[in-house]
């Protein structure tokens, strides 16, 4: 916390702990109380992170004013959640910047979960074209509005089993293909094929992988 006094360490740290003790940011007069000190001085310290980037507010009035933590306090203090830090080009390649566009601590904030949906986790090479490796998860939107070329869980009540296959129909059948050509598309009757769920998002652990040509090889 090198930009920070002392003083302003321990300022911003209990400003994490009451909001997280209260569940909600507390005002200028608990931040004081909790101090012990005057309610102006508790005012110009957060004045002073809010300077820094430390600190936002909706001031009232001159007098009411109720601090919250920014993104920027929130990675600083290694507040639980994760830091969402801009944009990067898969086409051409555009400047990268470390600035933080937001934090959250929820799936929902980056991906369009809806109640009903739900994880699962990838077994199997089959669909390493599409970047889901054994041990990855996928998020699921249970639903059977599906189009070609979607990424799918499909049950086959003839096997008893499920799979996550890109699905496509094909002269009143229905056609699941792999992201490995290792793997032969699986072709049933649509009346065979039972859709769970259309794959939303992807997490993938951080590990080392192999190129897909040594995968293919």
Do not use: C
């Amino acid at each position: 916390m090198k930009d920070l006094s002392k003083r302003q360490q321990e300022v911003l740290e209990l400003l994490a702990k009451l909001t997280d003790d209260l569940q909600r940011p507390p005002t200028l007069s608990e931040l004081a109380e909790h101090l012990q000190i005057a309610r102006q001085n508790a005012r110009n310290h957060i004045w002073r992170l809010k300077e820094k980037g430390f600190v936002h507010f909706k001031a009232q009035d001159r007098q009411a004013l109720t601090p919250v933590l920014t993104d920027k306090a929130k990675v600083l203090l290694e507040h639980p959640g994760y830091a969402v830090l801009g944009s990067i080009a898969a086409g051409q390649p555009i400047y990268a910047e470390g600035n933080i566009e937001s934090f959250t601590q929820n799936l929902a904030d980056l991906f369009p979960i809806q109640a009903g949906d739900y994880l699962l986790k990838v077994v199997g090479d089959s669909m390493i074209g599409a970047g889901y490796f054994e041990d990855d998860y996928v998020i699921v939107h249970a639903t059977k509005d599906i189009y070609d070329g979607d990424i799918v869980v499909a049950f086959l009540p003839n096997e008893e089993s499920a799979t996550l296959k890109r699905f496509y129909r094909k002269q009143g059948k229905a056609l699941l293909v792999a992201e490995n050509p290792a793997y032969e598309p699986i072709e049933l009757p649509l009346s065979q094929v039972a859709i769970q769920g259309v794959v939303i998002g992807h997490l993938g652990y951080r590990r080392k992988r192999k190129a897909l040509k040594d995968v293919f090889s």
